[in-house]
């Protein structure tokens, strides 16, 4: 503002150097990354590239305390930007130098470092924090479960407030260490490999590493008292499966399961391409959360879904979206379907695989299941709103939007789309625009009005029956 008062000529211009001429265009990055469903989550300004957690937690009394290091990169001249997250934090540093910080907002922290970070800089921020997870709320939810012997994070899309500081949005992708300390006897469970363990003093630590980018609702932690079993798929990636100890009579229905993981992986690159990680496996806390998720490499299973038997085609579920979710990534949260109509496509695939019932006959008993009145219809799975996000509609009609499009190009196309896709987009995002123009691509088909019937239109679409039909 004063710089306009400054008269031109030579004087103001010289004055201008040594001012920095762009100091006052430094601005805050946006407390959102611009996701119309949630503007509040992520963050503008910055890109992360890498978090380092390094953790202490007491089962006993759900105390987290520990450093978060962010490896950053500025996207633009910036004078503040927030992180979001809920703990209680006592000191932030940028490039070393303390940074003054508040809270705003339901989850977010304000953070204005020293000096102005000019765009396109290398940033590491450092946050120190401390608080109970299951004493902290956001818009009255929680993503922190409390088990009798510890705690587990997961949620979607909201996760990482209660344990670590972050750029909240999947459009914003990291590799992570962490490394958490816990009291002899219980074990820490997070993503990707295993580095090492060490014990002093009464308190083990459990160094784990995801070396390829993830979301941050992809990352999870888990503390309890697990057994642990290890073993390879046959094409040689690492297993490591972990069962709380307390499952009682779910125990064997949930090891029954997910001890087939390695089966399943396998069977799944055959239609998806090669399995994206290092690191494979499930873990069960003894938490009665209703849903499972798809934490990268190592899926997040309730003792809830074993509660019948083996279910195996849940840990399908959760396997077909390491490929279809966190390899590729949604580019905005309405985007939904890319991940959930596919691996509940995936399921269908299985049961057809197991001798349970084809694709087609679980398609036809789905669409004939929901009568023409039924509200599922009125969900669009295409952009199924923040209500809806997780509705039976976007993962069953999703699944139906796909045997339709399978109906209408044939199996060699369609095959070849749900290989191509996670290889064309491989550790990046999507969007759901994205996906319709590569099956018509690939298949050399005008497919708008197939997709504009399955997944955005609020009415029940003619049938699937016969091939072709409900174009
Ligand atoms: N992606 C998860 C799954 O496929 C769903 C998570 C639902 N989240 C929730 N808070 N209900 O199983
Ligand atoms: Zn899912």
New binding site residues.
Partial sequence: MHRRLIAPGAFAASLLLAIPASAADYSPGAPGIGDPYYPAYGNGGYDVSHYDLRLKYQPATDKLEGTATLLARTTQDLSRFNLDFLLDVSEVRVNGAKATFAGSGEHELEITPKSPLPKGTDVTVVVRYSGVPSSKQAYGFTSWHRTPDGGVAA??PEGAWWWFPSNDHPLDKATYDVSVLVPDGSQAISNGTLQSTSSRVGWTRFNWRSNKPQATYLATLAVGRFDVTTGRTESGIPVVNAYSKDLGDNYDAARASIERTGEIADWLAEYFGPYPYNALGGYVPNTDT?????TQTRPFYSPRQFANGTNVSVVV??LA?QWY?DLVSVAGWKDIWI??GF?RYAQWLWSEHENEGTAQEIADYVYASHPADDPFWTVKPGDPGPENQ?HLAVYDRGALALQALRNRIGDEDFFAILKGWPAKYAYGNATVGDFVAYAEQVSGESLGALFETWLNRASKPGGVASPGVGV
Avoid at 290 to 294: D, K, N, P, V
Wanted: a negative charge.
């Fill in positions: 949620n979607e209703g849903y499972a998720l798809e579920h959760e979206h979710g991940n959930e691996a997780f």
